[in-house]
Structures are given as C-alpha cells and as structure tokens.
C-alpha cells in the first residue's frame, strides 16, 4: 500500500486538477464556438478576402466594370473551393471573392524567416495564388463570352473609387472598397443538370438536345484555344445562361497548345464526358443518342 500524502498536498493536487478542467472546458468551448460560427457563415470572414502581402501588379484590371453592377448589394449565395459567391439584387450578377486562407501562411508564421520547411510552404501558397489568377486572366483573354465574366480585378487599384455593400450568410452588412480587393464579376446562370432537367419536365425535348449539343461544342471549343483545364466538372463547374451554355468554374486553366491536336482533345472529351454521359443515361436516355452524335462528331473529325 502507498504511503498517504502529506496533509495538505492531496487538497492542492485537487484544487490544481479542478483548474485545468476548467481550462480544459474553457478551450473545449472556444473550439464548439468556432465550429459553428464557421458552419453559419460558410467560412466567410473579411479577412480571408485579402490578398497576402506580394506584388500582384502583372495581373493587372482592363478596362472598367459596367457601373450599374457596382450599384447593387450583393448577398452571399454559396461557397466554392477557390471563392465566396454574392449574388446582386437583380439575381443576373455575380460576385466572386477569393478565400486567400488558403494562399498564404498565418500572420505569426510571417515573423519568422522563409527558410526550410517554412520557406517551401510559403513557395507553395503563393503558387497556389498564382495559378488561380493566370487561370482568371486566361479566361478572360481567351474566353471572356463562354465564362461570361464582367470583369476581373486580381491587383489593387485607385480608379474604381467605389464602396459596395456585401451581406454575408448570416445577414450581417459589410463595405468592400473596391481598389483594396481582389474580385471578379461574372454573368449568373443555372447548373447544367439543373437546366437540362427543368427543360425535359417542361416537355421541351428540342432545347435540352440543342443546350446538350452546343455544351460539348463550348468544351471543346477550350480545347482548340490550346487551353487545359484540370477540372471540366460538368455538374458543378458549367451552365446555361438561357440556351447558350457557359464555363461557370475556371480556376484551373493552363496554357497547353497540345490540346489543340485531335489526338490530344479526343480522348480527353471521352474521359471528361464519362460522368455527364452516366448522368443522361440514368436521368434522361432520350438524351443519350443525341449526345452520343455530337460526341462522336467531336472526337473522329
């Protein structure tokens, strides 16, 4: 049997115990609270939507977006993997802000020096930023109406001279001064499975076929600009816009004037349609001959 401990120590091992309990508690809490500020605003926080400290001056703004879409509250809408989602108040724009969250590293980490492991994550994050607005600045150079941007702004500025209103998931106001951040402004559509179904419910076979048709044209048609892109995603990442299909998602585009071979474009249209053609088979077979056409049409030139 141990020897009991000396009188006294027992009570302060208690009151010590009783202490980190409540510390233990207290983080517990914090960590609860934060998890679920973060699941009612989607992540959303103003801080995430500036840019880390670095030169960004070569993607600079061309011209100047249409006053009229600056006019406008915009209200959050949804979340992407590279971007915030406000829609405005006439529901036929769309505004993006980046979540460089994850394109840079934590303020506390920047006190110290960029060597070693450090120095290669920071490499990393900014790549990550780099590629993001290359792919932007190609799309709108070289497919500014099959994305249907407005306009992009990936560097600051001091002509917009604008203040816009956001509201955020949870209904809170905030003011953006344009110049300092980083946005897009893009044409609003409907997902594609969304459309395509809305249209065979609606009777109206002919449209869904035609709007079928002329989304593997628009994919392709990248293909023949000597584009590739890493995430042809065609339930998430393509709409309509009416019947005039649209690249929605395009933060993965490369140069790759490869792609504009047959040999090139043709197998890789097979493999990215794969799910798409799944989908018209289980949803909508009086699709799939028409599909299968123009795939071929495609893919044997």
């Known amino acids: 049997m141990l020897p009991p401990l000396p009188k006294g120590r027992g009570i302060r091992i208690?009151?010590?115990?009783?202490?980190?309990?409540?510390?233990?508690?207290?983080?517990?809490?914090?960590?609860?609270?934060?998890?679920?500020?973060h699941r009612a605003t989607d992540g959303f926080a103003m801080v995430n939507v500036y840019a880390p400290p670095g030169n960004n001056s070569e993607w600079k703004s061309k011209g100047s977006p249409d006053p009229a879409l600056l006019?406008?509250?915009?209200?959050?809408?949804?979340?992407?993997?590279?971007?915030?989602?406000?829609?405005?108040?006439?529901?036929k724009t769309i505004?993006?802000?980046?979540?460089?969250?994850?394109?840079?590293?934590?303020?506390?980490l920047n006190l110290l020096p960029s060597v070693g492991k450090l120095g290669e994550k920071r490499t990393k994050k900014r790549a990550i930023l780099e590629q993001t607005f290359n792919s932007y600045t190609l799309a709108y150079e070289k497919l500014r109406e099959e994305t249907g941007l407005h306009y992009i702004h990936l560097t600051k500025t001091d002509h917009l001279q604008t203040q816009l209103t956001i509201v955020d998931k949870i209904g809170v106001h905030h003011t953006l001064d344009l110049d300092g951040v980083e946005f897009v402004l893009q044409k609003r559509g409907a997902l594609v499975y969304d459309q395509i179904d809305q249209w065979m419910e609606a009777g109206e076979h002919k449209r869904a076929e035609k709007g079928l048709r002329?989304?593997?044209?628009l994919a392709v048609h990248r293909c023949h600009q000597g584009l590739f892109d890493k995430d042809p995603d065609?339930?998430?990442?393509?709409?309509?816009?009416?019947?005039?299909p649209f690249q929605i998602d395009f933060g993965r585009l490369s140069v790759a004037p490869e792609e504009k071979n047959p040999e090139v474009y043709a197998p890789e249209m097979i493999r990215i349609t794969r799910a798409l053609e799944a989908w018209?088979?289980?949803?909508?077979?009086?699709?799939?001959?028409?599909?299968?056409?123009?795939?071929?049409?495609?893919t044997h030139p």
């Open 71 to 91: 006019n406008q509250t915009y209200t959050y809408f949804n979340s992407g993997s590279q971007s915030y989602v406000f829609l405005s108040e006439d529901g």
């Open 234 to 244: 065609f339930a998430t990442n393509f709409g309509f816009m009416g019947e005039t």
């Open 95 to 108: 505004l993006k802000l980046f979540k460089f969250q994850h394109m840079r590293t934590p303020p506390w």
């Open 14 to 37: 208690d009151i010590l115990m009783k202490r980190l309990l409540k510390i233990f508690l207290f983080v517990s809490l914090l960590i609860g609270i934060e998890r679920l500020c």
């Open 280 to 298: 018209i088979q289980n949803n909508h077979p009086a699709l799939f001959i028409p599909f299968k056409e123009e795939l071929d049409a495609i």
């Open 214 to 217: 002329a989304l593997l044209r």
